[in-house]
């Protein structure tokens, strides 16, 4: 006769899910390391997501295009900046599976995040998104971006809690040379020690300018930054292109955001660019460990057995059209964000609308990167 405890433990020893990646999303970082696993995810597929639609739900799909000025004097070049959503323009493409090609506006499909050449009361009009909940903590957040190839504009894909707690990967559209195939990307920790050194991350051990194997201004390109407990490590198409550990790697829960902008500045922006200059982002996919009490409770709930089969995704790499949430079952219990009519829906996913007040926007990024 078998007890009800003999056959409890035989269903926990064949395992059983509910639901696939109920205890998280891995990635296995190199040999000689190990594997990381992160509950949550964000994934935003911006050739299918208006983030700009009709009934502009403030961060409705966990998303918000910032809008604020810094004048010259803050922004520390000829010109102010000006974040303006205006020059956010969602650019789309309405079958759902196609990926490429032209969006219904002509041009890239894909988020236009725009800066324009032409000065308005000493001001650059340029655009900026970032998240509306500042809850990724440890994570791999990705970003597919073609990168402008107008001289004159910082374009930038980080993540941002203050400005001694930030991750940057920053584009210098006046760095990139055809004429040698040249095309740097800088990578950043901005940390005390940059604080230190005048907000000049040049100065300390956290900055590199990378070569890229690619022109980022003729096709797009997974970028990517993994933020672990002990490191952050930055890649391009899955290709390790270096990485930071000591004290400049953040410590605390913070927010992704995206932007290009540009001041005149002639040690780092320079520009503004000679005509309008448009970097396009196709997806940002953020699998992550968040700081919220619900999400941490939720997972808790909903993972039984991590050791079951399939409990545990792998994240795949470097695939533009790879989504869990546009699979069965893979996003339960997740805040996804949906689109209506876009994919199809699993179950237990939620669209979560949020009301907040517009952030306060954040300084950050490229500007405090100067004098070099
Ligand atoms: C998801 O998985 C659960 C448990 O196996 C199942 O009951 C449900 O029908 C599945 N839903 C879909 C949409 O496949
Ligand atoms: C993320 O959170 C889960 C659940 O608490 C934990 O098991 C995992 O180790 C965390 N991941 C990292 C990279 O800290
Ligand atoms: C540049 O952008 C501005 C503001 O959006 C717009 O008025 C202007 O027509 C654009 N210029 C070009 C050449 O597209
Ligand atoms: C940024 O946040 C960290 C952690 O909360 C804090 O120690 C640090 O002083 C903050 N830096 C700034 C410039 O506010
Ligand atoms: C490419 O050319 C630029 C401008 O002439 C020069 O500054 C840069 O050092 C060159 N890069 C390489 C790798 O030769
Ligand atoms: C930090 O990185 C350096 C250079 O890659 C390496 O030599 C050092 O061992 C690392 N320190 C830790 C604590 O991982
Ligand atoms: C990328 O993901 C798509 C969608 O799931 C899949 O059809 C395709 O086979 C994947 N590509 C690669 C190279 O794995
Ligand atoms: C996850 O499931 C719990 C329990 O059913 C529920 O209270 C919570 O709202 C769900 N969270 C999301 C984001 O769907």
């Known amino acids: 006769m078998i007890s009800l405890r003999a056959l409890t433990s035989f269903s926990i020893f064949l395992g059983f899910v509910l639901a696939d990646c109920e205890c998280g999303y891995s990635i ?23 983030l700009t639609d009709g009934t502009p739900a403030y961060g409705k799909y966990g998303w918000a295009p910032q809008e604020f000025d810094m004048s010259s004097e803050v922004a520390r070049g000829p010109y102010g900046e000006a974040f303006t959503p205006q020059n956010v323009i969602s650019n789309n493409i309405a079958d759902a599976q196609t990926f490429e090609g032209p969006g219904s506006k002509g041009g890239d499909a894909g988020l236009h995040l725009v800066v324009d050449s032409e000065i308005h009361d000493g001001m650059v009009a340029g655009a900026d998104i970032a998240t509306t909940v500042p809850q990724y903590y440890h994570g791999t957040f990705r970003a597919g971006i073609k990168v402008t190839d107008v001289p004159g504009t910082c374009g930038a894909f980080f993540w941002y809690m203050n400005d001694t707690q930030e991750i940057d990967i920053e584009f210098l559209s006046s760095q990139f040379d055809k004429s040698n195939n040249t095309f740097p990307v800088n990578l950043v920790l901005q940390s005390k020690e940059s604080r230190d050194a005048g907000f000049d991350a040049s100065k300390t051990d956290s900055f590199r300018k990378v070569n890229l194997p690619f022109d980022p201004t003729a096709d797009f390109h997974e970028y990517r930054i993994d933020f672990l407990p002990d490191r952050v490590r930055f890649y391009a198409d899955a290709s390790l292109l270096a990485e930071m550990n000591g004290t400049g790697v953040p410590s605390t829960p913070g927010n992704l955001q995206l932007s290009h902008w540009s001041n005149g500045n002639t040690g780092w922006s320079q520009g503004p660019p000679a005509r309008n200059a448009t970097t396009t982002v196709s997806y940002v996919k953020a699998y992550f460990n968040s700081s919220l009490d619900a999400r941490q409770h939720d997972y808790r709930v909903r993972c039984k057995n991590p050791e079951a089969p399939r409990a545990v995704c792998a994240v795949p790499d470097n695939n533009a059209t790879f989504f869990f949430s546009n699979m069965r079952n893979m996003t339960m219990n997740q805040t996804a964000y949906r689109q209506d009519g876009v994919g199809s829906s699993g179950a237990g996913q939620t669209t979560q609308e949020w009301s907040l007040p517009l952030l306060a926007a954040a300084l950050g990024a490229c500007a405090w990167v100067i004098g070099l």
Not at 29 to 50: A, K, N, R, V, W
Request: aromatic share 14%; proline share 4%; hydrophobic share 35%.
């Open 28 to 50: 296995a970082t190199g040999p000689g390391d190990g594997e990381y696993i992160f509950t949550d995810l964000l994934e935003s597929d911006f050739i299918h997501l208006d």
